[in-house]
């Protein structure tokens, strides 16, 4: 969008600019692969304005371009963890982070960026809990943390940074139970169901290593890092 200062009009030169603007719908203006190819970290700034905008719509031809793994690979090899984890704290300090991250998980970009790199060997984040005290699965019944706790933090006037990191701590604190080596199956006269003993330490392991990988700050690590393991 430019404003012509001769005649007082906003140009719209992509045809869709100010429409987009109205409906709250984020898109590229050029075809999203490319977009996307050329300069990566569009990606994940494209899921931070989601959080950020209550309203906000992500058009599916984006969110179909963030499935490609050429456009993952491009993030991944293009694009500094420094300059990732700026846009993770800020999608974490939005308005509706848990729709940003239903949208980095369904893509497979958590897979392509976290979770092949942390978690090798683990069960899939969809796994499911196979325990009376949980009928979500793993990657549900997190995303309804996030939006509870995001909620409390709200309510309280928490501040973004500190509420980023509670959040992503949130988003963090059951990856142990994807762990392989912790799940013991127990049976009971009410039937058969999975336990997590000890899961919160892994969690508090590979949330450690995430952050490391993104070069966050040594007291971010350790904030996070206790918060998951309590």
Do not use: C
């Amino acid at each position: 969008l430019f404003y012509n200062i001769n005649n007082g009009q906003v140009e719209d030169f992509t045809g869709k600019g100010l429409d987009d603007l109205k409906s709250m719908t984020l898109r590229t203006p050029q075809e999203p692969v490319k977009t996307f190819t050329d300069d990566p970290l569009r990606i994940l700034r494209m899921l931070r304005f989601h959080s950020r905008y209550k309203d906000s719509i992500i058009d599916p031809a984006s969110i179909e371009a963030m499935k490609n793994p050429l456009v993952q690979k491009a993030l991944k090899t293009k694009v500094s963890p420094e300059r990732i984890l700026t846009e993770w704290n800020k999608m974490f300090a939005g308005q509706q982070p848990a729709k940003a991250l239903r949208i980095l998980h369904e893509t497979g970009l958590w897979q392509s960026l976290f979770a092949d790199q942390h978690m090798q060997g683990f069960h899939p984040f969809t796994m499911d809990q196979k325990n009376k005290h949980h009928t979500d699965n793993v990657f549900e019944h997190t995303l309804k943390v996030v939006e509870e706790y995001h909620k409390i933090l709200q309510a309280d006037n928490t501040g973004d940074e500190e509420r980023a990191r509670l959040l992503a701590a949130a988003f963090m604190h059951d990856l142990g139970k994807l762990d392989p080596s912790i799940i013991t199956v127990k049976e009971t006269a009410e039937g058969i169901f999975q336990q997590y003993i000890g899961h919160e330490d892994v969690s508090a392991r590979v949330s450690r290593a995430i952050l490391e990988g993104l070069k966050a700050s040594n007291e971010e690590i350790e904030m996070i890092e206790t918060v998951v393991q309590r």
